[in-house]
Structures are given as C-alpha cells and as structure tokens.
C-alpha cells in the first residue's frame, strides 16, 4: 500500500530530528494530536519502511556510515594542542594549523586572537544517531524471567538496603 502525501512528508520530517512528534506537526497534522499521530505512524509498518529505506538512501549519498563515525571520533581523539602552537607556545596561524583543527573552529575573535571550537563530540553523538550507528545509545539490560510481584520484592529489597 502507497504512502499518502502525509505519510510521505512525515517521513521525510522524521529524517530531521529523530523526532516523530515534531515530524508530525511539521507534515502538517494537528499540534494537538501529533503525539498519538506520531505513534500511530511509527507503528505502521510501511512508514518505518520508507524511513529506513530513507536513512539507508541518505548513508549512502552521503557516504556517512558507523565506519565513518568511529573515524572521526578517533581523528578528535587523537588531535593535539601542540599541533596548533609554534616552539614559542603561541598559536600558529590558522592556515598553518592541521585540517582538524581547522574544522572544529567556531568564533575567531579577531581582536584577542581568542579562539572558541566546536563541540564535535556532540556533533558526532548527532551522526551516530542519524546513520543507527548505535554508538551512543545507552545499554538497558531487563532482567523478564521474574514476576511483577518478584520484582517490586526485589525493589523493596534494595530500598531497605540503601536506608541502612
């Protein structure tokens, strides 16, 4: 079954933010029902078809992938103070600087010669999520082999313990 003009526009929106309520409003259903809308359309198997046929579309254009992520992160990683100051502690020209010093560079205070940087951590943090990499999803581990009552024992348990 083909996706409405909505349908299709939500998908799209999705791809911007990860956020399905804010996709929702922005492909033009109701403010005031856009979470449940957004819900519905993220259970509708076709719609979480096309966005992931979407994002793998986007990857593939792009060229961004976990390969390029886990890159990165270690290009920041491994980057050096000293590679942007000359033997005298001062800083280097901006042209003589490495090219990852480059790119981070936010605001250059002409005056001062202050220098602010971007946070690139987060903006990596920001592709990860966009390509699924999983890079910086937090790892829940659910224990469901007990019951609800073997649980809130348990909860109860651990509550004592932390009043002692």
Do not use: C
Not at 42 to 51: L, R
Request: glycine letters at 4%.
């Amino acid at each position: 079954m083909a996706l409405t003009a909505k349908q299709q526009r939500f998908v799209a929106e999705y791809l911007v933010d990860l956020n399905a309520t804010q996709a929702a409003v922005r492909a033009g259903y109701s403010a005031k029902g856009a979470k449940d809308q957004a819900w519905q359309n993220m259970q509708n198997p076709e719609i979480t078809a096309a966005i992931k046929a979407a994002m793998e579309a986007r990857n593939k254009r792009t060229q961004v992938d976990a390969d390029y992520v886990l890159q990165r992160l270690t290009e920041i990683d491994e980057m050096d103070l000293a590679a942007i100051h000359g033997e005298d502690g001062k800083l280097l020209p901006i042209r003589q600087w490495p090219l990852i010093w480059r790119q981070m560079v936010k605001e250059v205070d002409m005056k001062s010669g202050k220098v602010k940087f971007h946070d690139k951590l987060r903006a990596l943090e920001l592709i990860g999520k966009h390509v699924n990499v999983n890079a910086f999803r937090d790892q829940v581990a659910v224990d469901v082999s007990l019951t609800l009552s073997e649980r809130m024992a348990k909860a109860s348990e651990r509550a004592r313990k932390n009043r002692s």
